[in-house]
């Protein structure tokens, strides 16, 4: 449903090709400034590709969440309503109270956003994706800047999107959240795709040696 | 305004109360409407991306700093009976002095309010296109979203208008009782020699302008307690 025709971005990503599918939850693995980021924003068409075609033939919405929430100056549900209202749906109290409860915020519904903590930010980014029933969920790195505990709450409300039937596609650098969250892995080493096998294999027998010592070198830390 | 010579007694006056009132009254009503057409140009030119965008940037910047006394000769002529707009009948009325002080905060209101979106804009404009979130639509929330930071903005035409003396002059004529502001009293007394006036009337302006001061800063920092 999502195609990448030989797309390159300048000097950070080199010309690669790749095809995401519904079904299995695709983690884009690498170190820090391996090009996830930008692999993402170009999927999502945050950024137009140097070279290369990037066609989306789902019918559906996509929606991404970034590592650190951007949150409007107004209560948490009318968060979710704006990002209601751009998608076209008028009137989505109920739909916008369903996605706050989904992601366990419904008792803050009317707090002003930007005073919730950062875990609860990133939790109402997801009801606001949540709220759009997408088709396909992006998320960077959406849980580098928090604490354990938050990463769980976000992990399961991740894994509850699963579920629901949207395709996840999460870059991250870490590999216990990826072996936990992920179907398939894509692996990217310095602006190259290096590459890409079910979450297993990956990591029980990775194919070549960038994987093999970014695995080795990042378990401790896992 | 009968003549004292002594200050306090300058404030039992209701000539001077008048005056202040005035002053409040032109100088407000023109923030208000130089912030209405300002603010909207400012967020468009901080999100828009169109040829001469740099250009106009920078003239506005540079408009900033435009002497009231042109402006003042400008909206004169405008206004003035043989003029384009002399049928308005508003030359040496209220109403002049709005109109000049408006064009003199506008670009003030216009690029303030553009830089403070601009950097606004480097925060949100990911998550807006993320939610398909585009041009105009965009420049307004971001616009909402940082109006507690457009206090500077309003402070800073409000600084303006309250005071400057050269375009109010022209254009009201500092006709007592009808045009007559503070900055032109004190002008005014200044001339006739009557220098402890003028110098009570400094006093009464520079006390206004710190309490619309201290009360817009009471206001912005409530609402960023209240709002995050």
């Known amino acids: 449903m999502l195609r990448l025709q030989d797309v390159s971005f300048g000097s950070i990503l080199a010309p690669l090709s790749l095809e995401i599918v519904p079904g299995p939850s695709t983690v884009i693995l690498g170190a820090n400034g391996a090009g996830k980021s930008v692999l993402m924003r170009l999927m999502h068409g945050l950024l137009a590709p140097t070279t290369g075609r990037v066609t989306w033939s789902g019918g559906g919405r996509q929606a991404m969440v970034f590592q650190r929430p951007v949150m409007l100056r107004r209560s948490a549900l009318a968060n979710v309503l704006y990002a209601l209202k751009h998608a076209g749906i008028r009137n989505g109290e109920e739909q916008a109270m369903a996605a706050l409860k989904e992601v366990g915020l419904a008792h803050v519904a009317l707090r002003p956003a930007r005073v919730l903590s950062g875990g609860e930010q990133q939790r109402l980014a997801l009801a606001r994706a949540w709220a759009l029933h997408p088709e396909v969920l992006f998320l960077d790195e959406p849980t580098a800047s928090l604490d354990p505990s938050a990463t769980r709450e976000i992990e399961n409300v991740i894994r509850a999107f699963d579920a629901a039937g949207t395709k996840i596609v999460m870059a991250t650098h870490n590999l216990g959240q990826a072996r936990r969250l992920g179907d398939e892995v894509i692996y990217l080493h310095q602006g190259r795709l290096v590459e890409r096998a079910p979450v297993e294999e990956f990591f029980a027998r990775p194919r070549t040696a960038e994987a093999a010592a970014f695995i080795k070198g990042e378990l401790p830390w896992a | ?228």
């Open chain 2, 1 to 228: 305004m009968t003549v004292h010579t002594d200050f306090p007694a300058i404030l039992l006056d209701p000539g001077l109360w008048q005056i202040v009132a005035l002053s409040l009254q032109v100088s407000l009503s023109a923030v208000f409407l130089a912030m209405t057409i300002g603010l909207p140009l400012g967020a468009v030119l901080a999100v828009g991306r169109f040829p001469g965008r740099g250009a106009i940037v920078v003239v506005l910047n540079a408009l900033m700093g435009l002497p009231p006394v042109v402006v003042g000769l400008a909206v004169y002529l405008l206004l003035s009976r043989a003029g384009p707009l002399g049928e308005l009948g508003l030359l040496f009325t209220p109403g002049a002095m709005i109109f000049a002080q408006t064009l003199l905060i506008l670009p003030i209101a216009a690029a303030l309010c553009r830089q403070a979106v601009e950097d606004g804009w480097r925060e949100y404009e990911e998550q807006l296109r993320s939610l398909g979130v585009h041009g105009l639509p965009a420049a307004l929330t971001v616009l909402w979203d940082i109006r507690f930071s457009l206090v500077t903005a309003v402070l800073a035409g409000l600084g303006r208008a309250s005071a400057e003396v050269g375009a109010v002059m022209i254009v009201g004529g500092n006709i007592d009782g009808v045009t007559r502001v503070m900055t032109t009293a004190i002008a005014l007394e200044t001339s006739k020699g009557d220098l402890p006036l003028a110098l009570g009337l400094g006093v009464v302006l520079i006390a206004v302008v710190l309490a619309l001061n201290t009360a817009a800063h009471l206001v912005r920092d409530a609402a960023q307690r209240r709002f995050g």
